[in-house]
């Protein structure tokens, strides 16, 4: 278990998790310290504990102390972005700063730390170099890779597709064709690959090849409304489960991945 935050480096280090906090108690004490952190100007560490899907939790140690920490089940992946945090010692007062926000609100708390969650972990396709990018691209981009690390596929989808949609403005744009103000994916989509000298010409396998593109604009159709009724875009009473938002995640990035290579050839 990794500690992002130690409240008592003197002492032991071990922990051992024993009970989980209510989490409708523990979520209206973070609502006040992300408030409070705010109102004191610190807001990257308000920030962060509002993103981070932190647990609370009492723990022990081998010497039979009892205490509450702060816990983080993190993939694989985050868990390795966690491990080189720490050992470049960058970023960690942020945790210290959560922890004493909790001691003003009358929670102390000794350790903040993290562990590998291999329970469900969900791997996605790689983020892709773009060439032709912009800053709303660039933007939603990492947000959207913040939302998937810390609240799940389903936070991070609206924010996939809004990088999808500014890339494909940029990409007809970078390709001087003419689209309406208004355009949305599917009509950007379609405006792309009518227009764009990369998709004119012959080319091996085209009949395939042009089954799997059909196959991609069925998908591009589908995005909208996964996006509008089925993701935290909007007030949705039924959210997508994991693995379906993060398919259609996957998706989107591998059509990123492949424009990304054939407008640029």
């Known amino acids: 278990m990794l500690r992002l935050y130690n409240g008592s480096p003197g002492g032991s280090s071990e922990i051992q998790l024993q009970e989980r906090e209510d989490q409708e108690r523990w979520e209206r004490l973070r609502r006040n310290a992300v408030r409070f952190m705010r109102d004191s100007g610190d807001p990257e560490p308000a920030e962060l504990l509002e993103s981070l899907p932190f647990q609370m939790w009492s723990g022990t140690n081998g010497f039979g102390d009892d205490f509450d920490l702060l816990y983080l089940p993190a993939t694989p992946r985050n868990y390795a972005d966690f491990e080189q945090q720490v050992d470049e010692k960058r970023d960690l007062w942020r945790y210290r700063s959560i922890a004493q926000t909790l001691e003003k609100l009358n929670r102390s708390i000794r350790f903040i730390a993290v562990d590998v969650n291999m329970d469900g972990a969900v791997e996605s396709v790689a983020v892709p170099e773009l060439r032709i990018t912009s800053e709303v691209v660039e933007r939603a981009l990492a947000d959207a890779q913040t939302l998937i690390g810390s609240r799940g596929a389903v936070s991070g989808l609206d924010r996939v597709h809004t990088a999808f949609h500014g890339y494909l403005k940029a ?24 227009g764009h000298l990369a998709f004119k010409g012959d080319v091996a396998g085209r009949k395939e090849i042009d089954r799997i593109v059909n196959a991609l604009a069925a998908i591009v159709d589908a995005l909208n409304p996964l996006r509008n009724r089925g993701s935290v875009a909007h007030a949705n009473e039924a959210l997508l489960d994991e693995p379906e938002a993060m398919l259609a995640i996957n998706a989107v990035r591998t059509m990123l991945h492949y424009l990304n290579s054939k407008l640029n050839r």
């Not at 007809?172 to 950007?188: P, Q, R, V, Y």
């Open 171 to 194: 990409a007809c744009a970078d390709a001087g064709l003419a689209t309406n103000a208004d355009a949305g994916i599917t009509e950007l989509f379609k405006v792309l690959r009518k």
